[in-house]
């Protein structure tokens, strides 16, 4: 299909391990969004990269979080030394300039 | 897998009137969530729901939940300018993924 897809969907990891989450965005869309929501919370925005832009950080709750986006397409988020409070689903979001975001199916990460 | 499907799809209103937007899934809601989406920025979160019946305000929005109806509706009195954007629902689609409906996208005229 032609939406925007994610992997692994499921990753399961040891606490104090590095783990990697990919991105695919829709083709030509411009802007990409990092998201994670935990158990019975909302949405917490991460990380947005527009177009060749810096992208807006404000949103990494530590430097463990980073992320990059090569050739303004695919982006990956990279979690240093993962701790427990980091498990959750970690929602990637595409758009083209205009307010619709796109949303992927989710990464989502258990960390023992 | 669980659809939500949200109208209208646009709406136009002109300031201090109230209006309403509702999401209704194709499954059992077993929580809800509404976000505002604002050109260049993130997500907001605006609540959560979780029971049914439950109703929770935040300043001039209201959302309520009908587990039955599988429906949320958000409602927003005396809309502003600042309320102008699209407004989500989403909800645990029960495969480890998240589901989002379309989006509603509110002007609000001066």
């Known amino acids: 299909g032609a939406g925007v897809s994610q992997s692994p969907s499921n990753k399961v990891t040891e606490k104090g391990k590095d783990v990697e989450l990919r991105c695919d965005p829709i083709s030509g869309h411009t802007a990409l969004y990092w998201y994670r929501q935990s158990l019975g919370q909302g949405l917490e925005f991460l990380i947005y990269f527009q177009g060749n832009s810096a992208p807006d950080k404000s949103g990494l709750p530590s430097d463990r979080f980073s992320a990059e986006r090569t050739g303004g397409s695919v982006s990956t988020l990279t979690i240093q030394r993962t701790q427990q409070e980091d498990s959750a689903v970690y929602l990637c979001?595409?758009?083209?300039?205009?307010?619709?975001?796109?949303f992927g199916p989710g990464t989502r990460l258990t960390v023992l | 897998s669980q659809e939500l499907e949200q109208s209208p799809q646009s709406l136009i209103v002109q300031e201090g009137k109230n209006l309403t937007i509702n999401c209704t899934s194709s499954?059992?809601?077993?929580?809800l969530y509404w976000y505002k989406q604002k050109y260049g920025e993130g997500l907001i979160f605006l609540m959560m729901l979780q029971k049914g019946g439950e109703e929770k305000s935040h300043e001039k929005i209201t959302a309520k939940l009908d587990e039955k109806k599988q429906q949320s509706s958000l409602h927003i009195t005396a809309s502003q300018p600042s309320h102008a954007g699209i407004y989500l629902c989403?909800?645990?689609?029960?495969?480890?993924?998240?589901?989002f409906g379309a989006g509603t996208r509110l002007t609000v005229k001066p």
């Open positions: 979001a595409s758009s083209l300039g205009t307010y619709t975001q796109y």
């Open positions: 989403g909800a645990d689609g029960g495969n480890n993924d998240m589901r």
């Open positions: 499954k059992t809601l077993y929580g």
